[in-house]
């Protein structure tokens, strides 16, 4: 018997360890500047959620009636390709959300990636978000920031109109 067969026929010394596996695949990915958007699942009291982040922070929060697969497309459409199942690089993000379900936080430290976020929403979530932590916003944000909700209505409208 050769040593091909030898191995073959003997039981692996090793048994495969995908999350060992993955985890250094995101790390040489990460290292190496390819990395660009990484996500995993956390348990939350709504069911299972998906955080995407990129080195400038939060990118993403998905919830389970919007499935994996449609939202990790969206992603390498909007933002990367380079996206990659990498739970240690969302391990800052999952702390603090499950400090927040289990009732111990009520401020989010997080830095945040804008990427997604463009018009009207950015104004109310750069500019004036942080006023209203924990409090009321609709029609108060818009009448601070100078624009009624029919503008509003009417912007976004006018967008989605070919």
């Known amino acids: 018997m050769n040593e091909l067969e030898r191995r073959l026929a003997s039981p692996p010394e090793k048994a495969f360890d995908d999350q060992r596996l993955r985890a250094s695949l995101a790390a040489r990915a990460a290292t190496d500047g390819l990395l ?19 080195p ?16 990790l497309s969206d992603l390498a459409e909007r933002v990367s390709p380079r996206i990659l199942d990498a739970p240690e690089r969302t391990d800052a993000t999952r702390r603090e959300l499950d400090a927040y379900f289990a009732g111990h936080l009520r401020a989010f430290d997080l830095p945040i990636d804008w990427s997604l976020v463009h018009g009207f929403a950015t104004l109310v979530l750069e500019g004036h978000l942080a006023h209203f932590q924990n409090g009321p916003a609709g029609p108060g944000v818009a009448h601070q920031l100078g624009r009624t909700l029919i503008e509003r209505f009417v912007e976004g409208w006018s967008n989605d109109d070919p």
């Open 36 to 54: 660009d958007v990484a996500y995993a699942t956390l348990d939350s009291p709504m069911g299972e959620l998906l955080v995407a982040v990129t």
């Open 56 to 71: 400038r922070g939060l990118l993403r929060v998905a919830y389970p009636h919007e499935g994996w697969e449609p939202v």
